[in-house]
């Protein structure tokens, strides 16, 4: 009876431990750099026609980076204006993958996400053109990030 109480009260905690240690950290954009670097990019999909696939746009995705540097639980958080650049955004960031930064000894897994503009401007246009490019963007902030439920 004793060693049974053991065996399961040491199986609950290396449970516990295990469900504990991938909990992702919750990162903002800014803040990628001190746990990952982007190693690859691979070649995203995209569609020779459909909805605003000329527009200038901006996706925003969250995702999960792994400890073994790859993405998952990807989902579009928002696209403006909406279109078929969406399947674009998810094949991106599929695609991408990433290198542990050297603070991130233990390859911390983290959920974050990236604003992706589309046939925005390009800032070495000047000063209207960065601006521009900027406008574009900030529609897509994703004002309330946080971890989904589950994690």
């Given at each position: ?8 009260a040491?199986?609950?905690l ?17 803040q ?20 605003n696939l ?67 401007p ?13 406008r ?9 990030f ?6």
């Open positions: 009876m004793k060693l049974s109480t053991c065996l399961t040491a199986g609950l290396a449970f516990s431990a295990a469900a504990f240690a991938e909990r992702p950290h919750l990162v903002k954009p800014d990628l750099q001190k746990y990952w670097l982007v190693s690859g990019t691979g070649d995203p999909m995209a569609p020779s026609s459909g909805k000329s527009v200038p746009s901006c996706a925003a995705v969250s995702y999960l980076i792994e400890r073994n540097g790859t993405t998952s639980h990807i989902k579009l958080e928002k696209i403006v204006p909406d279109g078929d650049l969406r399947s674009v955004a998810l094949s991106i960031i599929s695609n991408v993958r990433y290198t542990a930064a050297q603070t991130n000894i233990g390859k911390d897994p983290v959920y974050t996400y990236v604003i992706l503009p589309f046939n925005a390009d800032v070495s246009k000047g000063p209207s053109a960065t601006a521009e490019r900027q574009i963007i900030d529609q897509c902030a994703v004002d309330d946080k971890l989904p439920d589950g994690f």
